[in-house]
């Protein structure tokens, strides 16, 4: 060992577990990586950056929101080495290297394909590790700020190889009752209420920035837990440099939900210059708002509405906003349109008709109804926790048995089909949109 080097042992544990299919290994976790306690943890390291762009996902911002992207994907991830001598963070100094035991993953998952980073990596996986796994690796280019040759589109196109040994995410659909269930489940193993909002927010911003980059975005906030994931996606926009009005019926120290509430207050005590809250404005002044938007956000009710009816301020709001939609103006639902059932598929009246739908953690049974396209327009699931582990423990293997009647997989049954210039109310929900065949149904089906 040279004076300039330093004996270093591996101490961060690997990511996996069962479910893994693809193992990622550097080759020895720089200083700062070890002193933030986990991978690839310089700050212009761009191995996050890639992965997030490969998943079309926020840049995960912890530790805790970097080892849930692995698990979700399928992706475990360590090292080659278990110790050496090494100057810094320089792969080319490295001396009397001890491999780790590799096993410890591929006994324990279905692994199929070992991806390397970097050449020092691969040349020491080739030498110590491939005869224990059995598995040849492919070499990837360095995401380190060393390999400054590459940019990170660059780096993206070369780690798409990984996809091929993906499985696509599982989205299963639940009842209300059981996402309750399932996000207290969570909550309980550590990921917390607040961090579940911070995610959620920070993913509808991250998608709604992503389908329009530039203009203005007007927030519709409720009272409860949905209005709490648009406080943060209001801040997340101002921050990437949109012009955001917030509107709400209450002050953040008026709210009474939790997370909510702390969720507001952390906003209003850094509020972005590019972000107006509008507290109770006047029915003319939302009205103005919305229309100078180019986009609106409906966070006010979420999936745990239920009625016939939509009460005021909020009613008034969603006439307004259905109105601007009709001229143009993009809308994107926070989890489940407003004034839309989550759990039945009834909409009241008024119900928001959203070009778009960010649906929290998993899909709802009432936004898998026939006719949900017509309010909730696109539905994309928003992947903020790993729920596998608790969908195993709940989900049956096999599919379950189905009416001798219902219609093939794929195939909308046709009593629910009408031309596509049609609509219950008059209104025609292909008119701005792409055709697509979603299946549609005669008449409102509550009516």
Request: net charge negative; with cysteine; hydrophobic share 55%.
């Given at each position: 060992m040279t004076a300039s080097s330093e004996h270093i042992v591996h101490e961060i544990e690997p990511v996996f577990d069962r479910h893994s299919r693809v193992l990622i290994l550097g080759t020895m976790p720089s200083p700062k990586s070890r002193e933030e306690g986990f991978f690839y943890g310089h700050p212009r390291n761009r191995f996050w950056t890639v992965l997030a762009s490969l998943f079309h996902e926020p840049v995960?911002?912890?530790?805790?929101?970097k080892r849930d992207l692995l698990l979700r994907h399928g992706i475990a991830l360590w090292d080659v080495l278990a110790s050496c001598d090494i100057e810094g963070a320089s792969d080319a100094s490295i001396k009397n290297a001890k491999p780790n035991d590799l096993t410890r993953i591929?006994?324990?998952?279905?692994?199929?394909?070992v991806f390397c980073t970097g050449a020092k990596s691969a040349e020491l996986y080739r030498r110590y590790c491939e005869s224990q796994t059995g598995i040849p690796a492919v070499q990837l280019p360095s995401t380190s700020p060393a390999n400054a040759a590459m940019d990170t589109e660059t780096l993206t196109a070369a780690y798409q190889v990984i996809l091929d040994h993906l499985e696509a995410p599982r989205h299963v659909a639940l009842h209300v009752p059981e996402v309750v269930a399932l996000e207290q489940a969570i909550a309980a193993d550590g990921t917390s209420l607040a961090e579940l909002m911070d995610r959620a927010g920070?993913?509808?911003?991250?998608y709604t920035h992503t389908l329009h980059p530039e203009g203005r975005i007007a927030v519709l906030c409720g009272t409860g837990n949905n209005g709490g994931d648009g406080w943060v996606a209001a801040?997340?926009?101002?921050e990437a440099g949109h012009d955001v009005v917030l509107i709400t019926p209450r002050s953040a120290d008026e709210l009474r939900a939790e997370p909510a509430k702390s969720a507001a207050q952390k906003l209003m005590q850094a509020l972005p210059e590019s972000c107006r809250i509008l507290i109770a404005p006047e029915a003319d002044a939302v009205a103005a708002e919305l229309k100078a938007a180019d986009v609106i956000i409906d966070a006010i009710l979420g999936t745990g509405f239920s009625g016939d009816s939509v009460k005021e301020p909020f009613a008034r709001w969603i006439e307004e906003a259905c109105a601007c939609r009709e001229s143009g103006t993009?809308?994107?639902?926070?989890?489940?349109p407003s004034g839309y059932s989550a759990e039945t598929g009834k909409a009241a009246s008024p119900c928001i008709k959203a070009d778009e739908t960010v649906t929290m953690i998993t899909s709802k049974v009432g936004l898998e109804r026939p006719w949900a396209f017509t309010y909730c327009g696109n539905?994309?699931?928003?992947?903020?926790?790993?729920t596998r582990p608790y969908l195993d423990e709940t989900q049956p293997d096999e599919p379950e048995e189905q009416p001798a009647d219902a219609p093939a997989p794929g195939k909308p049954d046709e009593q629910f089909r009408r031309p596509e210039n049609e609509d219950d109310d008059g209104y025609d929900p292909y008119s701005d949109r792409p055709a697509t065949p979603?299946?549609?149904f005669q008449q409102d089906p509550w009516n």
């Open positions: 995960p911002a912890t530790n805790q929101r591929t006994s324990a998952a279905p692994i199929e394909a920070g993913f509808l911003a991250f801040g997340w926009l101002a993009a809308v994107i639902a926070a989890d489940c539905v994309t699931v928003a992947p903020i926790a790993y979603e299946p549609l």
